[in-house]
C-alpha cells in the first residue's frame, strides 16, 4: 500500500522513494541542528570513513571499479575542503581551490552519468581514475595553474554548471529511471550541498555522509532487487525461475514468447531504444497474461506459467498476446513508429517429466522447429 501510494506521489518509479527519503531526512535534520551541532559534527566525520570503508569493501566484492573511483571521488572532495578550511580558516571558499572542486563535483557527475548510460566499456575505467587524480591534481596546483594567470572569478561558471547538471541529469533519469540512477542524483546532490554548506563543519560531514550512504544502500537494494526481478521490466528473474520451479504444481502449462529478430533490432535502433520496445511489449503481455507468473528468462525470451491450465487453452492465451504485439504500433518517437512481432510455443507438464527443465527445453524445441519456417506463430509442444 505504501509502495502504490509513493509511486502516485513521484509518478514514475518506487525507485526514487528510498533515496529521496534518505536526502530529505539528512536535509530536514541539517536544518534542525545546525545551530547546535559541534559535538555532532565530529561523529558524523568518523561516520563518513566507516561509510567509506564498508562501501569499498562491497565494491571490491561486487567487482564493481567504477563505483570504486566514485567513491574515490567523493573523499578527494571531502578531504579536499576539509584542508582547505584548516589552511585558509575562513577565507577558505574565496580560494581558487574551493571553486574548482565546486567544477569538479560537476564533472565527476556527468562523466559517471555518460559513462553508464551509454555502456561504455570497463576499459575505459583506467582513463576516468586518470581524470579523478588529473582533477586533484589541478585542485592542488590551482594557484599556479590559474591565479597567476587568469585570475579568480568562478563564482558564476560553478552557479551555471550547477544549474545544467541539474537539468540534464533530471532529463536523464526521467527517459531511463532505475534506483542507481535516482540514487546517484541524490547523493550528487547531497555532495553539493555539503560543498556550499562547508562552512560548517557539521554541514560539510552530514551531507557528504548521506551522500556515501544513499549510493550504498542504493547499490545494495539494487543487487537484492536484481536477485529477484528484471530490472528493466519489473518481471520475475531468470534466477526467480530456478527456484519457483522446484515448487510448481503438478498441473500447469509452459509457455514462451521470443521477440523476433531481437539481434537486427539492437542493430537497428541501439540497446536503449530496444529497451523502451522491450517495456512496452512488456505491458501488452501483463495485460493479456490470464494471471500467469511472467519470467524474463533472457533478453529476448520471457516464460509464462500457466497454473493449473491445459496446453490447449494456454494457446488461445498466447495466440492473443501473439496478435496484440502484432497488431500494435510502438511508438519511440514522433518521427520513428516500429512494428514488431513474437513467435510463442506452449506445452503442458507430463506425469513422465522429470522437472520443470524438462518442459521448458520441449517448449522451446517446438518453437525453434517453427522459427526454422516462420515467424510471428504459436506453436503446441
Not at 596546483?141 to 540534464?168: H, P, R, Y
Not at 527445453?361 to 522459427?371: C, F, G, H, I, N
Request: glycine share 4%; proline share 1%.
Amino acid at each position: 500500500m505504501i509502495l502504490k501510494l509513493a509511486k502516485k506521489v513521484f509518478s514514475t518509479t518506487v525507485d526514487i522513494f528510498l533515496p529521496a527519503c534518505l536526502f530529505a531526512f539528512c536535509t530536514f535534520f541539517y536544518c534542525d541542528k545546525a545551530i547546535s551541532a559541534d559535538m555532532q559534527s565530529a561523529f558524523f566525520h568518523t561516520l563518513f570513513y566507516i561509510l567509506f570503508v564498508i562501501w569499498m569493501f562491497y565494491i571490491f566484492f561486487c567487482k564493481r571499479s567504477r563505483d570504486g573511483i566514485l567513491s574515490l571521488f567523493l573523499v578527494f572532495c571531502y578531504i579536499g575542503l576539509n584542508v582547505l578550511k584548516q589552511k585558509y580558516a575562513i577565507a577558505f571558499d574565496k580560494t581558487v581551490q574551493y571553486q574548482l572542486i565546486g567544477v569538479t563535483i560537476l564533472c565527476n557527475w556527468l562523466v559517471y552519468v555518460v559513462m553508464d548510460f551509454f555502456k561504455v566499456s570497463k576499459q575505459y575505467d583506467f582513463y576516468f581514475l586518470c581524470f579523478l587524480l588529473f582533477q586533484a591534481c589541478l585542485v592542488e596546483n590551482a594557484n599556479v595553474f590559474f591565479v597567476e594567470n587568469f585570475g579568480t572569478g568562478f563564482d558564476i561558471g560553478v552557479i551555471l554548471c550547477w544549474m545544467v547538471s541539474i537539468l540534464v541529469y533530471i532529463v536523464y533519469v526521467s527517459i531511463y529511471p532505475n534506483i542507481k540512477n535516482y540514487g546517484t542524483f541524490f547523493s550528487f546532490l547531497c555532495a553539493g550541498l555539503g560543498f556550499f554548506n562547508s562552512e560548517s563543519a557539521f554541514g560539510l560531514s552530514l551531507y557528504f555522509s548521506f551522500a556515501v550512504l544513499i549510493l550504498f544502500v542504493s547499490m545494495v537494494y539494487l543487487d537484492i532487487y536484481r536477485y529477484f526481478r528484471d530490472l528493466l521490466t519489473g518481471v520475475y528473474s531468470s534466477k526467480s525461475y530456478l527456484r519457483h520451479s522446484k515448487n510448481f504444481p503438478l498441473k500447469y502449462s509452459l509457455g514462451i514468447i521470443c521477440i523476433d529478430d531481437y539481434e537486427k533490432l539492437l542493430k537497428i535502433f541501439g540497446e536503449n531504444q530496444v529497451n523502451i520496445l522491450v517495456k512496452l511489449i512488456m505491458k501488452i503481455i501483463l495485460s493479456t497474461s490470464y494471471g500467469a507468473e511472467i519470467y524474463r528468462y533472457s533478453e529476448d525470451e520471457f516464460i509464462l506459467i500457466f497454473k493449473n491450465e491445459d496446453k490447449k487453452q494456454c494457446f488461445e492465451y498466447l495466440e492473443e498476446i501473439r496478435r496484440s504485439i502484432a497488431g500494435s504500433e510502438f511508438v519511440l518517437n514522433s518521427k520513428r513508429i516500429v512494428k514488431i512481432t513474437v513467435s510463442a510455443g506452449v506445452s503442458e507438464k507430463k506425469r513422465s517429466d522429470a522437472d520443470a527443465d524438462t518442459v521448458l527445453m520441449r517448449t522451446r524445441e517446438a518453437v525453434q522447429r517453427t522459427y526454422k519456417f516462420t515467424q510471428n506463430m504459436t506453436s503446441k509442444a
